[in-house]
């Protein structure tokens, strides 16, 4: 039933406004539909409904219009309201919570402006913390693109999507479509840790005790999205190899995985997940000294001809550059070189460096480091620096990784060690 109008809500007002006080007060509605599980009615005006949408169009005024209420069961009232709405007003606030049923509803419906609006607000809302939320919502409306937009900035997001609170809500469906791809560039164990906090998140929603064999059960088949082979086999040993989330029969076989890549992998997938490619001038400074000191005389003195240091990661990461103290005479031309064990050279270039405190150094390429390789960084012929680092560390946290400095076995040095000297810091990305 319609309340009683304003007694100025035509005087001064916009054809919007007009239009948005009819719709919200239900002054002068011709029809009504029945919407949702819960059967609330919803009045509106077939003259702006026929006008807006040839679904409705259909509905109302052609040949096999509808007579009397018409029931809508499979939009939910908020969203249904929203759509009628924006037919209304043009206007409509987006939730991340209401945007894909609001979406299906337009399709549905045939406005194609709000499809627009609504798949603009998904493409720039997607982030870490609803990113599990609108994968869930585009497997459950269908919405292939939205789908494939998901896995991609989950992929690209990798370990920080895993551990949040909507990952822990996914259905088994949307949960293998991420554990499983390529494209998921992390660990193993990250992959092995996630999984296990979901199967926990899971048995509780069932009512399950905790245990092994329930994590397992729950799991099935998403649990073999693990490539286990592949994992670092101190870890598995330690965290895996004594539970009965594997029976011993896959840990045996596992195990002889490991020593003979030709043996039968059974249900475990023994593929290297895709490492993502580096983008060239985004990376993080990461500094190992603690104070910066003036070099006496305003100059670097390099008794042993060249500056070195080695310095390996726990996790994969890119290696871009390095980190230069300033040149005395305000230029300086040096030349670095970066070794894998072995003394194999992965990069050697000229560079020329300024008398800036500190100066960037990026290399032509972008070098690939895997966890717990270590490399070897080299200034040949050293620098003529006005200034060195003390109290080096020998560990720096970067994001989830750990890297570790320690002295060049390949190029000692005197006077650049862990603990002072020159190379003040890396250039890496993730």
Known sequence: MASSPELDWQCNKSLVQCLEYLFTSGLACDVTFIVGECRTRISAHRTILVCRSPVFYAMLEGSLAEKGEIIIPDISKKS????????????????????????????????????????????????????????????????????????????????????????????????????????????????????????????????????????????GDILYTVRFPLMDATYFAREISFRDILTSEEISRIYRIGKNDMFNSHNFNIKRRHKPKPKRGQFDSISRFSRTRRARRYIWNSRSGSDSISFKSSEHVYFHGLLTYGAHEGSEKITIGVYREGGNTVYRGSHEITRSTYCKVVFDDVISVDHGETIDVVIHGGIHATAYGLDGKSRVEYQNALITFSNSTLYPCVCTNTSRGQIPGLLLSL
């Open 80 to 219: 249904f309201s929203l759509l009628l709405g924006y037919l209304y007003t043009d206007e409509i606030q987006l939730t991340v919570t209401t945007v894909m049923s609001v979406l299906s509803a337009a399709r549905k419906y045939c406005v194609d402006q709000l499809v627009k609006i609504c798949e603009e607000f998904l493409k720039s809302n997607i982030s870490v913390e609803n990113a599990c939320l609108l994968l869930e919502q585009s497997y459950m409306f269908m919405e292939e693109k939205l789908e494939t937009d998901c896995l991609r900035f989950i992929h690209d997001s990798r370990e920080k999507v895993l551990q949040t609170s909507g990952f822990l809500e996914l259905s088994d469906a949307c949960v293998k479509s991420i554990t499983e791809s390529d494209n998921l560039a992390v660990n193993e164990s990250t992959v092995y840790e996630a999984l296990i906090r979901w199967s926990e998140a899971e048995s509780c929603r069932q009512g399950l005790q905790l245990n092994d064999n329930n994590r397992r059960d729950v799991l």
